[in-house]
């Protein structure tokens, strides 16, 4: 059964930073696009960024330059480092895998539980 297992969340003043991590099990992901999406409180999930199983990286604008997606085919593992924090990016961060990467969530096929990130003002 494939499983996606996010960790690395916590609290982080402004201005600091945390790195995500994303463990998948249970089959290889090595074809598949990976992303990060998040849901604020009171908020509807968003894309964040997204990594092709070639490599190639997309964001969303309101972090791009401070934050990085990466992966690790042969761990089966994708990372967001997350720099810069600000109160606004306060959210459950969950990873996600589908077969192309797309900033739409619908078309992600598996999910991982979600970890929670709160920012300090």
């Known amino acids: 059964q494939a499983q996606l297992v996010e960790s690395g969340g916590g609290l982080a003043q402004a201005g600091g930073s945390l790195r995500l991590s994303c463990a998948a099990s249970g089959r290889t992901f090595s074809n598949y696009a990976m992303g990060w999406f998040r849901q604020g409180p009171g908020k509807e999930r968003e894309f964040v960024a997204a990594v092709r199983s070639g490599g190639r990286t997309y964001y969303a604008d309101s972090v791009k330059g401070r934050f990085t997606i990466s992966r690790d085919i042969a761990k089966n593992t994708v990372a967001l480092q997350m720099n810069s924090l600000k109160p606004e990016d306060t959210a459950v961060y969950y990873c996600?895998?589908?077969?192309?990467?797309?900033?739409?969530?619908?078309?992600?096929?598996?999910w991982g539980q979600g970890t929670q990130v709160t920012v300090s003002s």
């Open positions: 996600a895998a589908a077969l192309a990467a797309t900033m739409n969530g619908d078309e992600y096929n598996y």
